[in-house]
């Protein structure tokens, strides 16, 4: 009833980007370690920078607790999730 999740930013620095996270309906304040890659511009003259930004969440802090046993050895899904991502920002034209 939920397909997808939103990330809205609300502050980027040198070292962090944070925002509101909604999932399963629910949003929450998030931080995300942030690391920049540099500026480009590429073959057709577009100016591009490069980030990576990564952080952990819990499922049960969105309302998912749903957890059962996957697979032969009886292993449960864990509540954390890592959020990894590689993002490519362009100005607007």
Do not use: C, W
Not at 49 to 70: L, T, W
Not at 73 to 88: A, C, N, W
């Amino acid at each position: 009833s939920h397909p997808e999740m939103t990330f809205v930013s609300t502050s980027v620095s040198e070292e962090s980007m944070a925002g509101e996270l909604t999932i399963n309906g629910v949003t929450k304040h998030v931080e995300l370690d942030l690391e920049f890659h540099g500026v480009v511009v590429d073959g057709y003259g577009t100016t591009r920078a490069g980030f990576s930004a990564e952080g952990e969440i819990k499922r049960s802090d969105f309302g998912i607790d749903f957890n059962m046993p996957v697979g032969m050895d009886g292993m449960l899904i864990s509540d954390k999730v890592t959020i990894s991502l590689e993002v490519q920002l362009v100005p607007q034209g």
